[in-house]
């Protein structure tokens, strides 16, 4: 998420199914650019799934996931979903919850 790496989301857009948009949660003054940058990926990454892992989680004073959703402006179609990206276990639970997204939205069945 990082905005000068925000060019290359049109490279590597083709062949993409689903989207992870990470977000420091405990960055509370990085939080306008993050919303920023959250529209400028719905926006470029329209009508595919996309989860928001509110990352951080682990550190004191992180804002929850409600916070994040409300502070971004995330839609309640979008889940947003704590996370740790150095716990594997959270790690897996924000991947398997875009896959849920990306099977959902492409109607396939498991």
Known sequence: GQPRFSFMWRVFMPGTDGV????D?????????AAREFARARSTFSGLPMVVAANKQDVPDA??????RFVLDVPSTVPVIPCVATD?????RVLGTLLEEVFRVN????
Do not use: K
């Open 88 to 92: 594997r276990g959270m790690a897996w």
């Open 63 to 68: 804002m929850p996931p409600e916070v994040v």
């Open 20 to 23: 992870i948009f990470m977000v």
């Open 25 to 33: 949660s405990s960055d509370r003054e990085a939080l306008p650019e």
């Open 107 to 110: 109607r396939i069945q498991v």
